[in-house]
């Protein structure tokens, strides 16, 4: 995958085209070894378990993880011509963590919970726009927001959480 070709090589930060950024992006991003959106875990029925987000990564030039992923997918793709699996960059996640590839482990659990309502605005882009969504996604803890999760969104409807804010 390209985002993590780009992270071994430079360095920076891959957002995906999903995620709203609701403020500036803080410094300690750009200033760690490695970062992710990390929330408390909710023993979601997945390996992910709010511990990171493939959406959103950060991190130093030829930190090991990102070596890992680079050479996980090049193997990956020069074998297959499919995803097998859209959360295949999870599963890839869950063997580095689990091996502690590059200290990951230690670095993953290390890493403080932020952006506490990265994943609460879309289970809302459906809702109506009101002043108090306004309020909670620009006055509080959380700078980037997951906005889908393949859902149909009715674009012709203004009055909705996903118009007023795109």
Known sequence: MIRFNLLKRFGGVWIDSTVLLTQKI????????YYSIK???????????NRWAGNFVAGSKNFPLFAYFNDFFEEYWSKFDY?????????????????NIG????????LPYN????????????DSWTQEFQTRIS???????????????????????????I
């Open 39 to 49: 929330n408390v875990p909710e023993n979601f029925e997945n390996v992910v378990d």
């Open 139 to 165: 006055n509080n803890k959380t700078f980037a927001y997951k906005l889908t999760r393949r859902k149909n969104i009715n674009f012709d409807d203004k009055s909705n959480v996903f118009n007023n804010i």
């Open 103 to 110: 200290g990951i482990k230690n670095v993953v659990d290390n």
């Open 115 to 126: 952006n506490p309502d990265y994943n609460w605005l879309a289970n809302h882009l459906e």
């Open 83 to 99: 995803l097998i699996d859209f959360f295949l960059i999870d599963y890839a996640f869950i063997i580095a963590y689990e091996k």
């Open 26 to 33: 803080p410094n300690e991003v750009f200033n760690k070894r």
